[in-house]
Nanobody, 127 residues
Framework: QVQLVESGGGLVQAGGSLRLSCAAS????????VGWFRQAPGQEREFLTTISQNGGSTHYADAAKGRFTVSRDNAKKSVYLQMNNLKPEDTAMYYC????????????????????WGQGTQVTVSS
């Protein structure tokens, strides 16, 4: 089992960029699919993107396509979310999640598909 800690959130003006990090501890991180989600107050948790165990495959929600990029560095046990051209509607708590899976079990887009979650990092975009 791995544990996850997100970082990199903050306050940014519209049009700005942030890079979120998801640092894992534990063993066998390279066997885990990792996803990014966000949740705004009063709204359901929203899928953004997911990356396969070796980083060779990615999948994005429409809300993330073209502005967000996911990557991972298994040697550092980390996954990153680069967010560009941020908009006020991107304001939310951002979470990374992980699930140990076989290579063919990808993508995972539903929150219930993941069994390990970080505590979240807040992103606030001002207009």
């Amino acid at each position: 089992q791995v544990q996850l800690v997100e970082s990199g959130g903050g306050l940014v003006q519209a049009g700005g960029s942030l890079r979120l990090s998801c640092a894992a501890s534990g063993h066998s991180f390279n066997y885990y699919v990792v996803g990014w989600f966000r949740q705004a107050p009063g709204q359901e948790r929203e899928f953004l993107t997911t990356i396969s165990q070796n980083g060779g495959s990615t999948h994005y929600a429409d809300a993330a396509k073209g502005r967000f990029t996911v990557s991972r560095d298994n040697a550092k046990k980390s996954v990153y979310l680069q967010m560009n051209n941020l908009k006020p509607e991107d304001t939310a708590m951002y979470y990374c999640a992980a699930k140990r899976a076989i290579l063919s079990d990808f993508p995972k887009v539903h929150p219930e598909s993941y069994d390990t979650w970080g505590q979240g990092t807040q992103v606030t975009v001002s207009s």
